[in-house]
């Protein structure tokens, strides 16, 4: 072979070779670089538990934590013993994780408690035919209560992230909340069939309904997106 053609030829192999780290170096250490130098984050986020945020700090590469605030806020009516039932949420929760990345990098498997102390606003009027003095009388109550969570609950996630800018990732969690069972407690407060005995009975089929319903889905879905500002 040609001397010369030899000589560019290593001459462009030799080049090639220098190129490639210098291109390839910056991408492979962006996450990492931004990790060490800012590793606090504050994360809006929503998803199935509300709105809210995360505030956190990636400690190594492996570890990291995070505490939660979570606001919902939500009207909703379903039906129970033939009943149309209007439901009021507002519920606020928070919490504390720790995250942990098995790789160093992006995906991280995470657990942690949510104070679960809330209530659901619940309230109804039922209809019954009720005996008085032997006759068959329409009466009706008025009745209000609440479906109460108490103390705190475990929370286990997978996420899994990525960067936008060195300073700004976005965030994707999936999970579940191991609430366990609510309390439901159902009451007459005024009307014509407020204290009857049939009224009452049905009151109390509609409670136990509620709950038995309730006792079911005790394991309640998270779901969360969220865009990260590292500092």
């Known amino acids: 072979m040609n001397p010369r053609k030899i000589a560019l030829s290593s001459l462009a192999a030799f080049a090639l070779a220098g190129i490639t780290p210098a291109v390839a170096g910056p991408a492979q250490g962006t996450e990492l670089t931004s990790q060490a130098d800012h590793p606090f984050y504050l994360m809006p986020k929503v998803g199935t538990l509300g709105y809210g945020a995360d505030v956190g700090y990636r400690a190594s590469e492996q570890i990291g934590v995070r505490g939660m605030w979570r606001e919902f806020n939500h009207g909703f009516d379903f039906e129970a013993e033939g009943e149309d039932i209007d439901g009021d949420i507002d519920l606020g929760s928070y919490g504390a994780v720790l995250d942990y990345y098995p790789t160093g990098q992006n995906f991280r498997i995470s657990g942690g408690l949510l104070d679960m102390s809330n209530s659901v606003g619940l309230d109804t009027t039922v209809e019954e035919t009720v005996q008085v003095s032997g006759m068959s009388v329409?009466?009706?109550?008025?009745?209000?209560?609440?479906?109460?969570?108490?103390?705190?609950?475990?929370?286990?996630?997978?996420?899994?992230?990525?960067?936008?800018?060195?300073?700004?990732?976005?965030?994707?969690?999936?999970?579940?909340?191991?609430?366990?069972?609510?309390?439901?407690?159902?009451?007459?407060?005024?009307?014509?069939?407020?204290?009857?005995?049939?009224?009452?009975?049905?009151?109390?089929?509609?409670?136990?309904?509620?709950?038995?319903?309730?006792?079911?889905?005790?394991?309640?879905?998270?779901?969360?997106?969220?865009?990260?500002?590292?500092?």
């Open 138 to 231: 329409e009466r009706s109550a008025d009745v209000d209560g609440e479906i109460e969570y108490k103390g705190v609950a475990p929370i286990l996630s997978v996420g899994w992230h990525a960067n936008l800018t060195e300073r700004v990732t976005y965030d994707l969690s999936l999970g579940a909340v191991f609430g366990g069972k609510p309390d439901v407690s159902l009451r007459s407060t005024g009307g014509t069939g407020a204290g009857n005995p049939d009224i009452e009975r049905e009151i109390d089929d509609i409670e136990d309904e509620i709950e038995n319903h309730l006792d079911a889905v005790s394991v309640y879905p998270v779901i969360e997106f969220g865009v990260a500002y590292h500092f």
